[in-house]
């Protein structure tokens, strides 16, 4: 589709990060911007910053786990503009936490952001994408969602929403509704997602502080995020992918290998393991492990 002057793109998550770096191209290219997010000082720097661009802009706090709040987007979207041309269902978070003993409620969290975000977004907004004539949808997932490892809670929101994404383009394209899809697919970016916890419910029970495992862990993911891609390098070839009507979009390509290894044991019948290969970014699967039983032993990592 063509972006530019009409173009209306609203943006969840869009205070810091990927979010931040899709509003700022999206307004390069002339497209009037919408962003939302959890975190209101954020916001509103947000919204200055690109209000420079010289397109109309609008900011709107929004969780959008809440359906009410993602609803009160919408909206405010519609009154203002009168229509949306693209949704960036972007918003997401990495909680902590053992997954298995640990409470459950970064699962409910994790879930309710990355999934039901998701799922509120794409329910809310599709009618009036519809209505416009020319519409495109991204859905932000992750390289978790094709191959896990990352952790659980995590891994399981981001496969879904690889599969809803999937499933939102089949129905498009076979109705033949002028909606593209697109599923955004990162590895390591340059985000603050490891300080995701910064944004915790008030109205849950705190999270657990990390064990000497978890640090372990930790340290090397804060490591590969620091070295990690641009967020406007992603947002350029989102930007592209809406323009092109084109579904994936993978901006670490050097994760496909795991991917593929892991669907070629799927084919096979084999039992799930760990890639033969280290994770792009992280050092040796064995060089990791060590260091986790010297920090549990009370060495030092």
């Known amino acids: 589709m063509e972006l530019g002057n009409g173009t209306v793109a609203v943006v969840t998550g869009a205070a810091s990060g990927i979010g931040l770096a899709l509003a700022d191209a999206f307004a390069a290219a002339g497209c009037a911007v919408v962003l939302a997010d959890v975190e209101t000082a954020a916001l509103a720097a947000a919204e200055q910053q690109i209000a420079v661009a010289g397109v109309d802009t609008l900011a709107v706090v929004t969780d959008v786990s809440k359906r009410d709040q993602v609803d009160a987007l919408a909206s405010r979207t519609l009154e203002r503009f009168g229509h949306v041309n693209v949704l960036c269902n972007n918003a997401g978070v990495a909680g902590g936490g053992d997954p298995w003993f640990g409470g459950v409620e970064s699962w409910e969290w994790v879930i309710g952001v990355n999934l039901w975000g998701v799922v509120h977004g794409v329910r809310t907004f599709l009618p009036h994408l519809i209505a416009s004539g020319s519409a495109h949808v991204v859905n932000t997932a992750s390289i978790a969602g094709l191959s896990p490892g990352f952790s659980p809670a995590y891994d399981a929101s981001k496969h879904a929403v690889v599969a809803l994404t999937e499933g939102l383009h089949n129905t498009m394209t076979t109705a033949h509704l002028p909606v593209g899809v697109s599923c955004l697919c990162p590895g390591w970016i340059r985000t603050n997602i ?5 944004n915790w419910p008030s109205d849950m029970a705190p999270p657990v502080a990390p064990d000497a495992a978890a640090e372990v ?3 090397h993911v804060r490591r ?32 496909l290998e795991s991917v593929v290894e892991r669907f070629h044991r799927i084919a096979e019948h084999l039992d799930p393991a760990p890639s033969s290969q280290a994770m792009p970014g992280m050092p040796p699967r064995e060089q990791i492990i060590a260091e986790v039983v010297a920090a549990l032993a009370g060495g030092h990592a």
């Open 217 to 219: 862990v930790m340290k």
């Open 224 to 255: 590969a995020i620091d070295e990690g891609m641009q967020p406007a390098a992603v947002a350029d070839q989102v930007i592209d992918a809406v323009r092109e009507n084109r579904y994936w979009v993978f901006p670490n390509p050097e994760f």
């Open 194 to 198: 490891a300080d995701a916890t910064r």
